[in-house]
């Protein structure tokens, strides 16, 4: 008899080869991945293969009913999320669901209101919050290091990094839109879990797609991509966007991110407390700053080296909680419905160029 407790099918999976959902569930004792299902069978098939799934389908729907999953993984196109979402929900499955959650706030809260209705867990796919130096300045937060953190900035920006003229992730109608959905909901989730997940109240924001329509920006990864020539018939969503958010307790985050800028590669998050502040820098680590006997005093603190990256927790804890664990550390449904009500607001500012109210 085996001793699989978790079956887990993934939706999805093809369009990156080596996507890293499948090893890291693969690790875990007691779980199984059972299946793939995607449209684009020869890469699912190539996928599963290199990585000894048994099953391939290219009807999701079918999975679920003939493989039974009790996790599903859907990592497809962001406008497929919320249908593919509630259905694995109202198969039985506890879903991790890539970022963004979805594409509207209302949509969020009917994938959530399904997760509750059939008492399933439901969590999202913002791994970045599990980087060594997020975690140890959300530490040093708890400990009350930083003492009232009033204002933060949130950066990730690539030089040359749109992820393929013509894939899903440059055309609006599968994505919904462009960096501020893919780069952007992680730089948010961050910024959010080390303020605490306050409460937003206004979003002034602007978006430009200055490099994409051009055939400009190409990074070195994505899939289906197009000859650039046809670049502006493929690129209809931002490549740089930014905004400020204000809390309902007066705290302000600086938000920008961007897949193709003429400036430096940059991954950062930055705290400005009462007490002390931080730096949290994907290459660089953390770093902290304070005053000590009245001088100013830079701590660089040491980070384990976190084996396995981001996906690793992400998917450990998900299973840990799911066993019971209430300790582990999930992404929780209302922290990722205010992140997708804050992107929400990003997009219709920035679309009609006023600030945005959020009652």
Not at 137 to 166: L, S, W
Request: a negative charge; one cysteine or more; proline letters at 4%.
């Amino acid at each position: 008899m085996s001793d699989t407790k978790w079956r887990v099918g993934v939706i999805g999976a093809g369009f990156i080869v080596n996507y890293a959902h499948i090893p890291e569930f693969q690790r875990l004792d007691g779980v199984e991945v059972v299946a793939i299902a995607d449209l684009n069978r020869a890469r699912a098939e190539e996928l599963a293969a290199a990585r000894g799934v048994p099953h391939v389908y290219e009807d999701y729907e079918k999975m679920l009913a003939e493989q039974q999953p009790n996790i599903v993984v859907v990592a497809t196109p962001n406008i497929f999320h919320q249908p593919m979402a509630k259905t694995a929900l109202e198969s039985g499955a506890n879903v991790l669901l890539e970022k963004p959650m979805a594409l509207t706030y209302a949509d969020a809260v009917d994938i959530v209101e399904t997760a509750k209705a059939n008492d399933r867990v439901l969590t999202v796919g913002t791994h970045y919050r599990y980087a060594p130096g997020s975690l140890a300045a959300r530490h040093q937060a708890d400990e009350g290091f930083f003492g009232h953190i009033y204002a933060a900035r949130a950066v990730m920006h690539r030089r040359t990094g749109i992820p393929g003229f013509g894939s899903w992730f440059t055309r609006k109608e599968l994505s919904g839109g462009g960096v501020l959905l893919d780069l952007g909901v992680h730089a948010l989730d961050c910024a959010l879990f080390l303020m605490d997940f306050p409460d937003p109240v206004t979003v002034s924001a602007s978006s430009f797609s200055a490099f994409g329509p051009r055939g400009l920006g190409l990074g070195g990864w994505g899939s289906d991509i197009n000859k650039v020539t046809d670049a502006a018939k493929q690129f209809n969503v931002d490549d740089l966007t930014w905004a400020t958010i204000r809390f309902a307790d007066d705290r302000v985050l600086q938000f920008q991110v961007a897949w193709a800028s003429h400036g430096a590669d940059q991954i950062f998050t930055e705290l400005y407390g009462t007490e002390g502040g931080a730096r949290i820098d994907a290459d660089e680590g953390l770093k902290l700053y304070e005053d000590l006997n009245g001088a100013p005093v830079d701590i660089a603190v040491p980070l384990p080296n976190g084996d396995g990256g981001t996906y690793r927790p992400l998917i450990s804890n998900f299973v840990d909680y799911l066993n019971g664990d209430a300790s582990a550390h999930i992404i929780t449904t209302d922290q990722a419905l205010l992140s997708v009500k804050i992107v929400d607001a990003i997009q219709r500012s920035a679309e009609t160029g006023r600030e945005v109210v959020l009652g």
